[in-house]
């Protein structure tokens, strides 16, 4: 049984950081790509990041990039996202995903709140 496990959320001011990780289980991780979904309070889906099987390429969303970074340890069957400089937009659930021509599990995500 696939299983995707985030943890890492919780409450942050503006300008911190905070690391998710998720936990991959029922599955060879280092064959799949990855990538990270958001969802603000009341609002739909957002794409946040993407990274290669092999850890060797990634993408970003234009409102994330240059302030988080995707990572993985295939060794360890985890995905990380590290997340600086936070912004109060950018509160929201984030889940990890697994990709395989789009995405085909998700994770059950992790709050994180951004708020003085």
């Known amino acids: 049984e696939v299983q995707l496990v985030e943890s890492g959320g919780g409450l942050v001011q503006p300008g911190g950081s905070l690391r998710l990780s998720c936990a991959a289980s029922?599955?060879?991780?280092?064959?799949?790509?990855m990538s990270w979904v958001r969802q603000a309070p009341g609002k739909g889906l957002e794409w946040v990041s993407y990274?290669?099987?092999?850890?060797?390429?990634?993408s970003y969303a234009d409102s994330v990039k240059g302030r988080f970074t995707i990572s993985r340890d295939n060794a360890r069957n985890t995905l990380y996202l590290q997340m600086s400089s936070l912004k109060p937009e950018d509160t929201a659930v984030y889940y990890c995903?697994?990709?395989?021509?789009?995405?085909?599990?998700w994770g059950k995500g992790t709050l994180v709140t951004v708020s003085s």
């Open positions: 995903t697994r990709e395989n021509s789009g995405i085909d599990y």
């Open positions: 029922g599955f060879t991780f280092s064959s799949y790509a």
């Open positions: 990274i290669y099987s092999g850890g060797g390429s990634s």
